[in-house]
């Protein structure tokens, strides 16, 4: 059975059927609308290479309509990779409009919310509404003008920003509410890298139109990029074609692995670099026999 080449080595093709874009979010639609936007264009654009479309697209993690900035969206088979990106933290520039003259020791007082944090879902939320515990890695007041407050925030996936202003504001005394939000980053992809809606379409006129792939290889990274914050494992090539069966990872397909405890959320790949599934790790990777890694998900 046939198994995909190096990332580096991909065609225009298969970049688009297993391959991720780093989007700039617009203020307006929603986050399911840009990437239902994206795959319609793929698959149109494949279509008229005569190459097999992608019936699929999906966003990494979810952000309100107004609301800006890193939204990662994975095409075709990459969506298989959407769970990995609940390991990661994610980053946010946030505007705290204040109802009243901001104290001269905000800057104590919200750093007083760093660490863990309790937040119950909005009504909105389409999760269910229990109490729960959300990490704060990391909170700066990066500027402070009269009723307003901008702030940086670190924390971990599933955070409620707009909640988060709130409580910041009945601690501050003013009340509160949040203003402009642009997320900066959500691991392991930031704001460094991010590409335009309008960028990512006219890189597919090049190469449709202009036969010229070169936008396309800039906009597009192959999906193995979504994988860089996960434990690896590197496995032999026939132990790969077992994977494609439905089979698990067995000690002696194994040819080296990171570092991490069992239970943990592994990412499997060739030793050319193709990524061959998501799984848990569940044996001893240096044994002799036995299961290393246990299946989530085949990406192969």
């Known amino acids: 059975m046939t198994l995909r080449g190096p990332p580096e080595e991909r065609s225009p093709v298969e970049l688009l059927q297993f391959g991720v874009v780093n989007l700039d979010k617009p203020p307006g639609p929603s986050s399911h609308q840009v990437s239902g936007w994206l795959r319609d264009e793929v698959a149109d654009t494949l279509s008229e290479r005569n190459a097999e479309p992608i019936d ?58 760093e660490g863990p944090i309790y937040q119950k879902p909005p009504r909105k939320s389409a999760v269910s509404r229990r109490l729960r515990v959300r990490e ?32 910041l504001g009945l601690a501050l005394g003013t009340g509160a509410h949040m203003g402009h939000l642009r997320r900066t980053a959500t691991t392991p992809f930031d704001d460094s890298t991010l590409h335009t809606a309008q ?19 800039e906009v597009v990274e192959p999906a193995e990029r979504i994988l860089e914050h996960i434990p690896r494992v590197v496995i032999a090539d026939s132990a790969a074609r ?24 592994v ?3 060739t030793p050319d670099g193709a990524a061959v599934c998501l799984g848990t790790l569940v044996g001893d990777p240096g044994a002799e026999s036995g299961t290393v890694v246990d299946l989530e998900r085949v990406l192969v």
């Open 199 to 217: 960028a990512f379409y006219d890189a597919l006129a090049f190469w449709l139109e202009d036969d010229d792939p070169e936008p396309l290889y």
């Open 56 to 113: 699929q697209a999906a966003h990494a993690g979810t952000l309100d309509p107004k609301v800006t900035g890193c939204l990662p969206v994975m095409l075709g088979d990459a969506t298989r990779l959407a769970q990995t990106f609940l390991e990661g933290e994610k980053e946010y520039v946030a505007v705290l409009e204040c109802h009243g003259s901001v104290p001269g020791d905000a800057e104590s007082i919200v750093g007083e919310f």
């Open 267 to 269: 990412a499997c790949f």
């Open 136 to 167: 704060i890695y990391d909170l700066e007041v990066l500027e402070t003008e009269d009723r307003r407050l901008l702030l940086r925030i670190g924390c971990e996936s599933g955070t409620y920003v707009r909640k988060l202003c709130h409580d």
């Open 242 to 265: 077992q994977v494609q069966t439905g089979a698990p990872v067995y000690a002696p397909g194994v040819l080296e692995a990171d570092d991490t405890d069992r239970g943990s959320l």
